[in-house]
């Protein structure tokens, strides 16, 4: 029961994080910064998750496959922004967020909720 309340409080934390994501992408479109066009894309996809890890923290079990999701992706972004920091001299400031991601990415994945029985026979 503490595994699944530790679950309900990190996902409500990282959707709530991921939404926040919604003030600088405000920003960009307000102030029609084109060259922050791809960022707002890009955090528009966040925020989404943002909410539906809102909605998944409800029932986190019946949200596997979305936590799931939100793991190997912050796996993939870390992945890739690490690339970026070591390529380029000016994007250092991005292994704070490669830090931040992988930190969600470790927490979720060792929160998860592993298949029941029930579950892992009726998937046969």
């Given at each position: 029961?503490?595994?699944?309340?530790?679950?309900?409080a990190v996902l409500v934390v990282v959707g709530l994080l991921f939404m926040g994501g919604?003030?600088?992408?405000?920003?960009i479109?307000?102030?029609?910064?084109?060259?922050?066009?791809?960022?707002?894309?890009m955090m528009s996809i966040y925020v989404a998750l943002g909410i539906f890890l809102l909605l998944a923290a409800r029932n986190?079990?019946?949200?596997?496959?979305?936590?799931?999701?939100?793991?190997?992706?912050?796996?993939?972004?870390a992945f890739v922004m690490t690339i970026m920091a070591i390529r380029d001299q000016s994007a250092r400031d991005l292994l704070g967020g490669v830090a931040a991601f992988v930190?969600?990415?470790?927490?979720?994945?060792?929160?998860?909720?592993?298949?029941?029985?029930?579950a892992a026979s009726a998937s046969r």
């Open positions: 029961m503490k595994h699944e309340r530790a679950l309900q919604i003030y600088p992408i405000a920003g479109l307000r102030n029609r910064d084109h060259s922050g066009y791809g960022d707002a894309m986190p079990a019946a949200n596997r496959s979305l936590i799931a999701f939100t793991v190997w992706s912050s796996f993939a972004h930190v969600i990415g470790v927490v979720l994945l060792a929160l998860t909720p592993r298949k029941g029985p029930a």
